[in-house]
């Protein structure tokens, strides 16, 4: 009714990291991956193929997040890239920038970082300056 949804992902999990799962390495992926355990590396969503990443409130993920789509309640020690859409919920602590397209945070989420709005059309009108020198 106010605004629209075409922005958030589909609900489709093709692959859990369950409770007291502990990785330690990279992960790439493609569809959906939720994680309810810890991840020590980065978490990438194939190259070309979105991504979908749920994070929930007792999961850790300690690393780099590069997705389309991310939904965070657990804690993240490492920047947040999101090509389209970040949701925040109330347990989210994140430590590191979050880049993102489209962003929902609720009342108790907490980030240690940047908010960094990623804009698809690039100005053509920035004007560089030349640094004042010091006198």
């Known amino acids: 009714m106010f605004g629209s949804k075409r922005n958030k992902p589909s609900n489709h999990i093709e692959c859990l990291i369950g409770a007291g799962t502990t990785i330690e390495g990279n992960i790439t992926f493609a569809g959906g991956l939720h994680v309810d355990g810890r991840v020590r590396g980065d978490v990438v969503a194939a190259e070309g193929k979105p991504g979908r990443l ?3 409130e007792q999961a850790q993920i300690e690393g780099e997040i590069r997705v389309s789509h991310v939904v965070i309640n657990g804690t ?56 004042v020198a010091a006198e």
């Open 54 to 56: 749920v994070l929930s």
């Open 76 to 131: 993240v020690v490492g920047p947040v890239h999101a090509a389209e859409y970040v949701e925040l919920q109330a347990k989210a602590n994140v430590t590191g920038d979050v880049y993102y397209k489209t962003l929902e945070i609720q009342l108790g989420a907490v980030v240690q970082g940047r908010l960094v709005y990623q804009n698809d059309g690039k100005s053509d009108k920035v004007v560089q300056f030349k640094p």
